[in-house]
Structures are given as C-alpha cells and as structure tokens.
C-alpha cells in the first residue's frame, strides 16, 4: 500500500520541525509527530501558572542559524527576537559586574576590577571572533569526514585547513591550544580578576558534567563568539512570547509548506522490515509508514529504545550506552508577584534586562562541580538568570513578572540513583532560592508558583536521555565527525530509511536549527526520497 | 539655535547619552541611551513614549475652513468626518509636493493640521476669501507620541476604556485627571498607537501622567533615531529626506509630484479645483517619469560582498539618510533616500525614487554599497509597502494583539 507520506518525523521539538519544514519546501510530504500536546521539544512555551508564560526548558536564543531565518522566513511566520544587551554578575561582597552591549560602559566596570583587563577584554573579543569565523563553516555544513579519501570530502578537509592557515600564526598556536585546555586556564592567559573570568568561563561548561577547570572546556567558549559573528543579526535574545515561539514559528513554515503536524502522537518504535525503516507505531498502536523515518530525538533514545539493538549492529549499540549524556542542569522557573532589586545595584534597571550570572569566581564553580562529581546537586550551584517579562510584557500580566533559572550542577546520576529526583526536587528547588535570596533578599516572598525541573524531569517529561539537554554532551570526542558515533555522523544509521536530524547529531545542541536542516539537505541530496 | 521643547525638563534627565539634534528649531532627543535599539524594542514590543512636540500644527476655524483645507490639500477634506484623521500632502501650482501631514477633525468648523515645515503664511495666503481662522499653535501644543503593541493598556490606564478604543485614525477628545487632552489613532511608526496632544503649559503633567500608566506595560522614552527606524519598517516618506519640498528645490527637477511619492491615493481630482489641480491631472493621463518604492537588499550578496574582504557582514545600527545611487543594466535609474536595517523583520531596507519603468513590485535592482573603503552594488527587490504591517496598527480593542503571520 503507497503510504501518503514521504518521511515522518519523530519528535517536533525545534529540529524536528526544521528538518521537517525543509524537506516540505522541497515538496515532500511529511508528518511530524509529537508526544507532548504541545509542539517544540525542549524550545517550548507554556503556560504553567496562569497568566504566565515560561520558557520552560530552553531559555534564550543564541545560535539560531540566520540562514535558516532567513531561508523558512521565521520573521514573516511572526518570530520577534528581543536581543539581551547586558549580562549582569552580582558579587556576594556587594559588589557587582555588568558588560553591556556598548563597549565603554563594558571597559568601565571591568576596571573597577582590573585595569589590565579592561583593556584586554576587547582585544580577546576580536581574537576570539576570528577563530569563530574560522570555525563558523564547520557549524553551517555536514561534519568533514577526516578518513574518506573521496574528492570532495579532501577539498572539504583542505579548506578547513586553509581557513587555519590564513589565521596569523599566534592565533593558530592559540587555536590549537585552546582545542584541549580547560575554560578556566584558558581565560587566565588573558585576564586577572575572578570576577571577570567566572562568569565568561560557564558558557564552557553549559549542558555538561565537567567543571570549568576540566580539559577540554575552553572550545566551547568559541560557540559564544560564532554568536557574535551573527551579531548583525541580533539573535542572541529573547523570544517573543518564550522560546517556544521559535518552534512555533518553525511550525508555521512547515505547514505553510504543506507538512502535517501531529501533537500527543508518541512514537512507541519504529517499524523495521528487511533491515529497512519502513515507518512507526504509535502508543495507541496505529502504525504509520513513509519512506524515510527521521529521528528528532536524542540518539540513544532513537537507537535502543525507537529502533532496538536487535536491528542495530552491536558496536553502534555499545557506544550508545556508553555515549556521554550525564545530564548536570536543571530548570526553576518562577512566577513572581513583583520584582525584588539585587543588593549589589538596586533598582529595576537595564542590568535586569539581559542574564544574570550566579557565578562569582572560578572557585565557586569548581566548588559547584565538586559536590556534582560525587553525585550530589550542588549547594551553591551556577545559575544563569533571565526576567524576559521586563522586555517582554506578554508573558507575564502588567506589573508581575517571570524568571527562569538555568541551575547547575544539578547531576542526573544523582546519590541514590536517577528515581530518587523526584524525592529531592523541592530541597533542590530551595537551594536554588536561598543562592538568589543572598543576592536578592525578598525573592522567595514574591514568588507566586515555582516549577522545578530536575534531569530526571527533563527525562520523563521531555525524552531527553540522562536529561542532557545537548541530546549528548558537547565535549571534542562527541563532536564533529564523532556525533553521535563514528560512521554515523552525517544524520544517516546503519538502518536504510532511518535517518537523525537533532542535537545528538552534528553540529549540535542549542537552540540552532543546523542539524535539523543539514539533515533535510543530505536526505535531499541523496535522492531517494 | 533650538530651542527646548514643553517637555525639555522631562526629556533632558533621561537622556543620558546626551545625543540631541535640532528638529523643527527644538532641541529633540536621538536616544536617550548610547544605543537606541532598547526604545525600538520597546515601539515594537511594549510601547515608547516620544515628545514629538516639534511638528508644526495649526488650527483652522471657521464655516470655510474645511473649503480652505480642500483647496490647499490634494485631498477634499470637506469629506472628513468629526471626530476623524486624515493624511495627505499639498502642492504647489506646479503640482510638486510642499509638504505632507495630517489634519484632524476636532470639531465642526475645527482643523487642527500638522506639517514638517513652517506652513504658516502658506495657508495664511491661500486663506485670503475664505471665512476661515488660521491659527499656528505650534507652540501653544504640545504632543505625545504612545506608540507600541501595549499603548492601549496604557492609554486605557490614562483615559479610560472609551478613549482607548478609539478606531484607527480617529481623533477624541479626553481626560486624564484634570488634564483636558486630544487623542488620535495616529502615528508614525507604523503600528498600533496614538498622539496625545495637549496645552503646552501642561504638557510635563501629561507626561508624568504616561509615564506612571506605562509603569507595568513596559513604556520607554524614545528618541527620534529609533522613530526613523520604525518609520521606514512602515513604509512612511520624511520631507526633507525622501523627497524635497517644492519650496526647498532650487531647481524644478528635484521635485516630486505626489503621484511621484506614491500618494496618489492621497490625490482627489474629482471635484472643484485646488492648488495645483491643473498639472496633477495632466500628471495622472500622461503618466509620472518616478515613482517611490520600497526595496529589500540581498542578505547572501552583503555576506559575499564582505567575505571577499575578509570581513564579517556588518549593519548599520541606525537608519541612514544619505542618498545612495540605485542601478539596472549598469546604468543609474534611480537614489535610495533612506534606509535601515529592520530589526523586526531582519532585512535590510531603503525608500527609493526610481524610473517608473522599474518600479514594478519584484523588479530587481541594484544598489551601490561601500565596503572597506570600496564601492559595490549589491542586488535589491522592489517590494511592496509596508515592509512592517501588523494588523494590530488598525485592530479594534480586545481583538487579537498579535501580529498574525
């Protein structure tokens, strides 16, 4: 029987949607199913307490590929991007740090604290930034195949290659350098002050279960800067209406396109005959076919529990279970009365605009990870703070407010095991309020719901495997060539008719879109869809 | 010199960045921060509050003054309903735009019309055998521009219910407190808004009155260079900038007829002559050599255009206003008197005059860019205007706030 659909796509989290909205406009015909009722994955607004609309899980836009902006035609599908200009530091001494978008109010405060480092800051910017463009290809194309001998797959090694070459020589030896050390020791080759270093040394450990003196931390600094290489654009911000206003605005392209969408369709496995994907069941067992499957979920999800190892050869399956997910994070998002000020700089002011970083030195962070390494949620955890009601009135009503919280370490593989969450999630939600009420007294009275989302939560509510928001960590040994395994980085399986198009896959997690859209293209250019 | 503006001791705290120009001959805010994208954001995602106070406004009264509008105007204003707002432009004898604004109906025999320029003794002349007062309240009044997708819950806050759902280009009068004030359905952003104008002499009152209503909705102050930005995103001509004022050309062919500006709509031949009737209408049978259109650059050719340089794709952070040749088949057929980049819509904007042979919604175009110190085209699509048009700017009250897609 001719099944109506060209690919079915599991999952309509961001690239799920993406992939699916591409392979649309090529005039596909393709389903999107999603377990949840609402679409967007883990870039999902809802609102949890009335009035309110929380960025549940994925919290600010950062990466969003402006060519798949542009391509889907996200602005005209009605998303609204509200850039942040200020991430904001609060210091328990009461002290405090803000860098903002104009750079001598930036120099400004940073010499109270280092003179020497006010001076350097934009200087690491503009090297930073042009190793980001060195590296920004790799994000916007398929993974390069280091071992094929192919033509085009050597050209494409060879320009990669160029690209580092045409870098003056000190900003090769400190690419090479930063491939392997820790954020922490990183940022020390540049600045002084701890107070400045902290809060630019968490955009290396976000998503995973290593501190920021771990090797191996400083690559993923550059990822901030590849942001600001898009600068023009503005993507870095707030959403509209929460980020699951992204997905929604995906959505619309996709059936504009003519995609069909399906919300509270689990997929329970993925129907495989002949050593083919022939298409899925659903919970309520109706089985759907197409020709291609495509996996929007985290790839040991999609490869032990949607496929089975029975269909799988065993190395593959092996890696999977050894593949790091290890979720470190978790979410608190509060619904507030009225707005408290930080001690450290009273008033509502634009500092409150932007994130707020929980993150007043190295030590401190290291301190987080330590109580993590031995399983225990931190008693001073990293937080990353946004109040997106102050630029965005409707997601809160007039006068009250929403923030979300971004904690970690918050490890999935928790003392007592992964099921014992639950049991822990208030004491975890506290330590998350008593951190802030030190820096701004009088939070935990105005809050008027929280949600606390624990990696056991992201688990079982969201799909993400271990709760790893990545859909696997972004460490160098799961990036690239080797996401999610060797052989297998370039969105295709071992299964014919199976293909992955989200973050487990290159170039990765974030609110980007990338893997979503290189895996349509590649499912495109082979040709047998 | 400029002088400062009825709400100058409101405005001039706040503008921290001290970036002021004159506009009108007062003093106005650019941005009251070092970067005006924070007051964009709020005029298309909260609401901005602007002292747009500078505009010329005259009151017309009297039995003929409608009579007298009708003839300057190259709409027949004697149509306007009280209570209601159009805009429009006038001409010269030569059926060449002097200037463009609006009038507002506020009464029976009352007019209240607004201009870029001083237009003063312009009416004053045409006034001559009409029973019509002409009255330059440009400084007596002063107003208030609440612009932005939350200006109703603030106005509603300031005025009440009825005020605030007022009709799109309808005019009312209202109170706040003991402030007696005009409300329009008016703007120049493009977007759901209204203008507040007021006496003068309590005009800071009002002002402290917006601010603490928009106190839980978001309301910045905004300057004019995030109003420019707003302005393009809808589309809107600035005398002086995308066209010349008849007045102002030294030499006839800097012109523009208002069928040149895209204003024909505005342009009702129809009935008893008005200035400049004679060679509009000669205009509409024969045809106008320009016409202004809106053009939408091509992103891929800014990024390849900077790659070739080793640069990344870099936008100006404010509307420009330097005229900028506009080409096809290699040879200039037209300028882009203005342009933007459109936060909003991510896309990078002009208002341009080109041959009226080019200005056919799709045709391609090219536009010269300057990078690293060298001049470039770069390809551009005529679209159609508004770039940025939220169905919100006309929405009533209580329906749907969203844009739509």
């Known amino acids: 029987m001719a099944s109506p659909y060209d690919a079915i796509v599991v999952g309509g989290g961001h690239n799920g949607l993406v992939c699916a909205a591409y392979l649309a406009r090529a005039g596909r015909r393709v389903l999107v199913l999603e377990r949840r009722a609402v679409l967007g994955g883990a870039a999902v607004s809802e609102e949890v307490f009335p009035g309110f609309t929380f960025s549940v899980c994925s919290y600010v836009v950062s990466l969003l590929r402006p060519w798949i902006l542009r391509d889907l035609e996200l602005s005209r599908h009605g998303l609204r991007i509200l850039p942040l200009d200020c991430s904001f530091s609060p210091l328990p001494d009461g002290r405090s740090l803000a860098r903002w978008g104009d750079p001598e109010r930036t120099r400004r405060e940073i010499a109270a604290f280092s003179p020497a480092d006010a001076e350097v800051y934009p200087e690491y910017g503009r090297t930073m930034m042009q190793m980001g463009r060195m590296v920004k290809p790799l994000i916007d194309a398929e993974a390069p195949r280091p071992t094929s001998l192919h033509p085009a797959h050597l050209l494409e090694i060879l320009g990669h290659g160029r690209r580092l070459n045409a870098l003056p020589r000190h900003l090769r030896t400190r690419f090479l350098q930063m491939m392997t050390m820790s954020a922490a020791d990183f940022l020390d080759l540049w600045f002084e002050s701890d107070v400045l270093k902290a809060p630019m040394s968490v955009s290396g450990i976000i998503g995973t279960y290593q501190g920021v003196r771990s090797p191996g931390t400083a690559y993923v600094l550059l990822h901030h800067y590849m942001g600001e290489i898009d600068g023009a654009f503005r993507a870095w911000g707030f959403a509209q209406g929460g980020t699951g206003a992204v997905s929604l605005a995906i959505a619309a392209a996709a059936r504009e396109a003519g995609c069909e969408i399906r919300t509270e369709a689990a997929v329970e496995r993925v129907v495989v005959r002949g050593g083919t994907a022939r298409g899925v069941v659903l919970s309520d067992g109706e089985e759907l076919h197409a020709r291609a499957v495509v996996s929007g979920v985290d790839p040991r999800l999609t490869f032990l529990g949607l496929v089975g190892a029975e269909h799988l050869p065993d190395d593959l399956c092996s890696r999977m279970r050894r593949f790091k997910l290890r979720g470190s994070s978790g979410k608190v998002n509060l619904a507030l009365d009225h707005l408290p000020e930080f001690t450290s700089r009273p008033g509502i002011g634009p500092h409150m605009r932007g994130d707020v970083a929980i993150a007043p030195s190295i030590d401190y962070l290291e301190r987080a990870f330590d109580d993590a390494k031995y399983g225990e949620p931190s008693r001073r955890p990293y937080i990353n703070m946004v109040i997106p009601s102050l630029s965005d009135p409707t997601v809160a009503p007039p006068g009250k407010h929403v923030m979300s919280c971004f904690v970690q370490y918050a490890p999935y593989h928790v003392n007592g095991g992964p099921q014992t969450w639950p049991e822990r999630r208030e004491a975890f939600g506290d330590t998350v309020l008593e951190t802030l009420e030190e820096h701004m007294p009088g939070l935990t009275a105005a809050v008027l719901h929280r949600q606390v989302l624990t990696p056991w939560d992201l688990e079982q509510e969201f799909g993400l495997s271990e709760g790893n928001i990545f859909h696997g960590e972004l460490s160098l040994d799961q990036l690239a060539f080797l996401r999610p395994a060797p052989g297998w980085a370039h969105y295709r399986t071992p299964l014919a008719g199976l293909w992955m198009c989200a973050s487990g896959t290159h170039p990765g997690g974030g609110l980007m879109g990338a893997p979503g859209a290189l895996a349509a293209r590649a499912m495109l250019a082979e040709g047998s869809l | ?405």
């Open chain 2, 1 to 405: 010199m400029p002088v400062e503006s009825p709400l100058h001791s409101r405005t001039a705290p706040l503008c921290t960045s001290y970036r002021w120009k004159e506009w009108a001959g007062r003093y106005a805010v650019c941005s009251y921060q070092t970067s005006a994208e924070s007051e964009y954001l709020a005029l298309r995602h909260a609401c901005g509050l602007l002292d747009v106070s500078p505009l010329f406004k005259y009151e017309i009264r009297g039995p003929d003054a409608a009579a007298l509008l009708s003839w300057v105007w190259t709409r027949d204003v004697t149509r306007l309903a009280e209570g209601s707002v159009a805009y429009g432009c006038w001409c010269d004898e030569r059926g060449k735009v002097v200037d463009d604004g609006t009038v507002c109906r506020l009464g029976p025999d009352r007019y209240r019309m607004t201009a870029a320029e001083p237009t003063f003794r312009w009416l004053a002349r045409q006034a001559r055998g009409f029973d019509a007062e002409v009255t330059d309240e440009s400084a007596s009044v002063a107003a208030l521009a609440l612009q932005g997708p939350s200006s109703r819950a603030v106005l509603t806050e300031l005025c009440g219910e009825e005020t605030a759902g007022l009709g799109f280009f309808r005019a009312a009068h209202a109170r706040s407190g003991s402030l007696e004030l005009e409300v329009t359905r008016t703007g120049y952003t493009g977007d759901l808004g209204y203008e507040l104008w007021i006496s003068a002499d309590r005009a800071v009152e009002l002002w402290d009155a917006v601010v603490a209503a928009g106190r839980d909705h978001g309301l910045v102050p905004a300057g004019l260079d995030a109003l420019d930005i707003t302005r393009i995103e809808a589309g809107f001509l600035l005398a002086g900038v995308d066209y010349v004022g008849a007045r102002d050309a030294l030499i006839p062919s800097l012109t523009s007829s208002p069928f040149e500006l895209d204003l024909g709509w505005a342009v009702h031949l129809e009935r008893g002559p008005f200035v400049g009737r004679d060679a509009l209408v000669r205009e509409a049978r024969e045809g106008s050599p320009e016409t202004l259109v809106g053009l939408v650059a091509d992103w891929e050719a800014i990024e390849e255009v900077h790659e070739r340089y080793g640069l990344p794709p870099s936008l100006p952070t404010q509307a420009w206003r330097e005229p900028v040749p506009v080409y096809a088949d290699g040879r200039q057929v037209g300028r882009a008197t203005s342009g933007t980049w459109s936060p909003t819509l991510k896309q990078n904007l002009a208002l341009a005059t080109v041959d009226t042979a080019r200005a056919a919604v799709g045709t391609r175009l090219e536009l010269e860019a300057t990078v690293a110190f060298e001049r470039h085209t770069v390809p551009v699509t005529v679209v159609e205007r508004p770039f940025f048009d939220p169905p919100r700017k006309k929405g009533r009250a209580g329906a749907d706030e969203g844009e739509g897609s």
